[in-house]
């Protein structure tokens, strides 16, 4: 019996020796660790960091958005404010001669979220300058031959333009 009483007092001390190493030894949070299931449609607010313009980027390159404000799914952050997400150009067209416009248009691409998923978003950004051919051409022919220089506007979209766009796919998120 006495055998039998240090064996389970042995098993004791060893289940409390494990027991606080799991709970007072584990990194903060990893007990608290969430999933959350971010759907398709979610709506993500960016904003442009910089100011483009249709002579300063070419098609397909790569620009820089920044989330204006966290994304909240379940009372629980998703996506930060300020994390950076990513846009293609779609068109880049400079103005020219005869009253021509320029032309730009972004796709936004993806973001990541809290725990380093990369997730797609869906959203477009389109802009024309102000056309002038018909002006170009009808002051020019008829009037003065120099308005046929004269060039439409240049597309130009702001820094600090902020774009909607949406989650693409449904992604399961663990958040803290």
Same mark, same amino acid.
């Given at each position: 019996m006495l055998r039998t009483n240090k064996l389970f007092s042995k098993a004791m001390i060893f289940t409390l020796i494990l027991t606080f190493s799991v709970v007072f030894m584990m990194p903060q949070g990893v007990l608290a660790a969430e999933k959350i299931r971010l759907s398709s449609g979610t709506p993500v607010l960016l904003q442009l960091n910089d100011t483009l313009t249709a002579d300063t980027v070419n098609m397909g390159d790569e620009v820089a958005l920044t989330v204006v404000q966290d994304v909240v799914v379940d009372g629980k952050v998703v996506i930060k404010a300020g994390s950076t997400a990513f846009a293609t150009i779609t #068109? #880049?067209? /400079?103005?020219?001669?005869?009253g021509k416009a320029g032309k730009m248009g972004l796709k936004v691409n993806s973001v990541t979220t809290v725990d380093g998923t990369s997730v797609a978003l869906s959203g477009t950004r389109f802009i024309q300058g102000e /056309?002038? @051919?018909?002006? @170009? !051409? !009808?002051?020019g022919v008829f009037i003065c031959a120099p308005f046929l220089l004269m060039k439409g506007e240049e597309a130009v979209i702001p820094a600090n333009t902020t774009i909607q766009s949406r989650i693409s796919g449904t992604y399961t998120i663990t958040v803290k």
């Open positions: #068109a #880049a067209e /400079d103005n020219g001669f005869l /056309d002038k @051919s018909t002006m @170009s !051409v !009808v002051v």
